[in-house]
């Protein structure tokens, strides 16, 4: 991947503007994460940058009736794939979906690909090894990606699968608690969803504190692709991250780990906004795994 790299993508430069849709967006608006939430686009929105690509966009627009995932996609991403050659495009593949390109399912295709609901002793809490747990907070994302193993759950009901939603609250969280305090085994747990990203600061943070409370936790990993979608929000969200910092601080002082577990699929994700992000995070010790 490094060899593929175009390094003169982490220097500052006003990427976006060449997508016509932010061609008069200022950098203090594009790299604000309220910004980012306020305007991207979904299915209604979606074909605001149709421009001259008919042919596509009739592709992309037949693909709606048998999508298993919405669309959701931030002003970010938009700005990185390249419209010149959208079938073609590494980002475009993974969030904007083409009818031309959909193959006919397996015969034994589940929904729920991985099984996760049958190792869920608890709504919303997956046990499948030993000593690990992966806890769904919610049923949102700053995107929706097309390869989504968790579509049974994740986004808006579409034309052919309503989803089962996990719904953020008290209530359902003390009983995935309670269930790992009981379960001594249980070292590492996976805080996803969704997306942490979409956690308001408070629950981030209460939720990790929570966890931590628990001697036999010794790890804590929080799921997100926020450094691939939406990257400025480490910045831009001095709330959000500090959260992140307090809970680092708190789990290091106990002698135990915080990690961001983010997902970058290729090199044209990663601009100088990245980098930013990326840089304030290791400068607070925040670990992050791709």
């Not at 220097?11 to 849709?21: M, R």
């Not at 680092?248 to 577990?261: G, P, T, V």
Request: some cysteine; glycine content about 2%.
């Amino acid at each position: 991947m490094l060899s593929r790299f175009n390094y003169s993508r982490l220097s500052p430069n006003s990427f976006w503007t060449k997508t016509s849709l932010y061609k008069t967006i200022s950098e203090s608006d594009f790299i604000n994460h309220n910004w980012q939430s306020k305007n991207t686009l979904n299915n209604n929105t979606i074909m605001n940058i149709a421009d001259t690509l008919s042919e596509f966009w009739s592709d992309v627009s037949r693909s709606q009736s048998s999508s298993t995932m919405s669309i959701k996609i931030t002003p970010y991403i938009i700005s990185l794939i390249n419209w010149n050659d959208p079938y073609n495009c590494p980002i475009r593949k993974q969030f904007l979906p083409v009818k031309s390109t959909v193959e006919s399912d397996h015969p034994l295709l589940k929904l729920d690909s991985l099984n996760e609901q049958t190792d869920s002793p608890v709504d919303g809490l997956i046990h499948r090894y030993n000593d690990k747990v992966l806890f769904l907070t919610s049923s949102i994302c700053p995107v929706y990606c097309r390869f989504c193993t968790r579509s049974y759950s994740i986004g808006k009901n579409t034309e052919s699968v309503n989803k089962k939603k996990f719904i953020p609250g008290k209530s359902r969280y003390e009983k995935i608690y309670d269930y790992i305090e009981k379960h001594e085994e249980i070292e590492d747990v996976v805080i996803s969803g969704g997306d942490t990203y979409m956690l308001p600061a408070h629950t981030l943070f209460e939720l990790g504190k929570r966890l931590l409370s628990i001697e036999h936790i010794r790890r804590i990993r929080f799921a997100t692709k926020g450094l691939s979608v939406m990257p400025m929000k480490i910045f831009s969200d001095n709330s959000w991250f500090q959260s992140l910092v307090q809970l680092n601080n708190l789990a290091r002082d106990q002698f135990k780990s915080i990690a961001i577990h983010t997902h970058i699929n290729h090199p044209n994700e990663i601009t100088y906004i990245t980098k930013n992000a990326a840089e304030k995070l290791y400068k607070a010790n925040i670990h992050v795994r791709n």
